[in-house]
């Protein structure tokens, strides 16, 4: 499944059910909609029931990797540091092209 | 942190180097449940906080569904049954709303729930919107589950396709099997009829009123027969019958072929209602009517005017007590319902014998009181909203209990 080409593709890992697991799901969530709105696409791949799924470009998790447009980026750990993750995913850019 | 094709630009190098510090800095700080690294075998999970891995084991072999979802809906966990149950990829459904899952008609319901922590507290029956617009049945169950102080809930989906099939297939099949009793009661009765109308073409042929007086008591006996099946063919239960609207049938049968009209009988009926099944009920009926027409027959023999008391009631559970009482002519002396040189009367005795009851009589003043006790199923004692039931005028406890103390003055 691919995201359609006018939306930030981007992937959530997370591992396991834990609540840093949970907490990573509601704060891209609330991340990637105050910034981009509807603009974006989010997978979340849970890494322990589908380590298929886990590109090399991730050190661990919790991870939220935008695949593109553009160039990719990641960013590991805890997403509440919003000004940190809105320059490591050029949120600002993305919301005034 | 890849070993991609090296970098060729000073900003991508720059770049890059910023995530691994950054990854660095997240891996010191506590903030990575696992770490991804690449072996000769592909991409390894290492988990750094495992305490909870028997319970995940758990979880990822199930074939319930099992989700976690946040207050807002978003599912934060879900299990690889759930997702196969949808027919969706896993993917697709963590971090996606769970009001999504929903049919369009419950989600508001549902979304007020999820908020306060309601929804599936008391497991219930739901649906779910799979892959393609299919919607499946489910049972929701679920837990609040308070982590860092925002709830969650925990929540367990089980189909209930393959029960809701088999339910439906039940209640179909029993369906039919009413049908078919309510059928074979329907031929039952007809067959009796003819039998009734056969012995009425008798009567009246017959060469003297003693002949034709024995033909109509055998007319009486099989349609007291008859109105249990014609009732139970036209009752909402096949197999048990109302009491109470079976006995006011029966005495308003009997008292219009026994007296005059207007009748020279005035009868007072106090039935509880309860249910009872076919054998019983049949028993219960010829009884009744043998008891009846011994009364119609004698008692108020000559067009004597005169008080007919039919009761049956519940004095307690698994026990019922009939009784008939009359202020007619009263029985000779030294009558004995075993020895009674009646048909009728004997009748009475072996029914009773037959219902496991007991027998009792007494002479009123003026008349006769019967008396028959005798134990019913409990698990078939339906008593009825007697309440809503019971019309003014249909029974007449007062007299009744008034006759019954006169019984036991006058005895």
Request: hydrophobic share 40%; proline share 6%; net charge negative.
């Amino acid at each position: 499944m691919s995201p359609p080409p006018d939306k930030v593709a981007l992937t959530l890992y997370v591992a396991g059910m834990g609540p840093r697991s949970a907490r990573a799901i509601l704060e891209a969530r609330r991340l990637l909609d105050r910034w981009l709105d509807d603009r974006y696409a989010l997978r979340v791949v849970d890494v322990h029931q589908q380590p298929d799924l886990v590109g090399a470009t991730i050190p661990g998790a919790p991870a939220l990797v935008r695949e593109g447009p553009g160039r990719p980026s990641t960013y590991v750990g805890d997403l509440a540091d919003d000004e940190e993750v809105v320059r490591a995913f050029r949120l600002r850019e993305e919301a005034e092209p | 942190m890849s070993d991609e094709a090296a970098p060729t630009d000073l900003g991508s190098c720059l770049v890059r180097l910023r995530e691994a510090e950054q990854a660095l800095h997240a891996m010191r700080a506590g903030q990575v449940d696992a770490i991804i690294a690449r072996g000769p075998a592909g991409e390894r999970v290492y988990v750094l906080r495992s305490t909870d891995v028997a319970y995940r084991l758990v979880l990822e072999t199930i074939h319930e569904g099992a989700i976690r979802i946040a207050t807002d809906g978003t599912i934060l966990y879900a299990n690889a049954a759930f997702a196969n149950m949808l027919g969706e990829r896993l993917e697709n459904i963590l971090g996606a709303s769970i009001l999504d899952l929903l049919p369009p008609q419950t989600r508001a319901d549902a979304q007020r729930e999820i908020r306060d922590g309601a929804w599936g507290q008391g497991p219930f029956e739901s649906a779910l919107v799979a892959h393609g617009g299919v919607q499946i049945p489910v049972l929701v169950s679920s837990a609040t589950l308070l982590e860092e102080g925002s709830p969650t809930l925990c929540v367990v989906v089980t189909q209930i396709a393959e029960q809701k099939r088999a339910q439906a297939l039940l209640v179909a099949a029993l369906r039919a099997k009413e049908t078919l009793l309510r059928e074979v009661h329907h031929r039952v009765k007809n067959n009796l009829q003819v039998i009734c109308s056969l012995f009425a073409m008798q009567a009246e042929r017959a060469p003297d009123p003693v002949s034709r007086q024995l033909l109509l008591e055998g007319t009486s006996r099989v349609r007291s027969i008859a109105m249990v099946h014609e009732m139970l063919y036209r009752s909402s239960d096949v197999a048990v019958l109302s009491i109470r609207e079976y006995v006011s049938e029966l005495v308003k049968t009997l008292q219009a072929s026994y007296t005059g009209a207007p009748s020279n009988v005035a009868t007072h009926l106090s039935v509880d209602d309860f249910r009872l099944d076919l054998d019983r009920s049949v028993t219960l009926g010829l009884l009744l009517n043998e008891l009846l027409t011994n009364a119609f027959q004698h008692a108020f023999r000559d067009d004597r005017d005169g008080n007919l008391w039919v009761r049956l009631s519940l004095p307690r559970e698994g026990l019922a007590e009939l009784s008939v009482c009359d202020d007619g002519v009263g029985l000779p002396q030294g009558f004995d319902a075993a020895r009674s040189p009646s048909m009728g009367l004997k009748l009475v005795h072996a029914l009773a014998q037959q219902l496991g009851g007991k027998l009792e009589w007494h002479p009123l003043e003026p008349g006769t009181g019967f008396t028959v006790t005798f134990p019913i199923p409990t698990a078939r004692v339906q008593p009825w909203e007697e309440a809503a039931t019971r019309r003014p005028g249909h029974g007449d406890r007062g007299s009744v209990a008034a006759r019954e103390q006169q019984g036991k003055t006058g005895a």
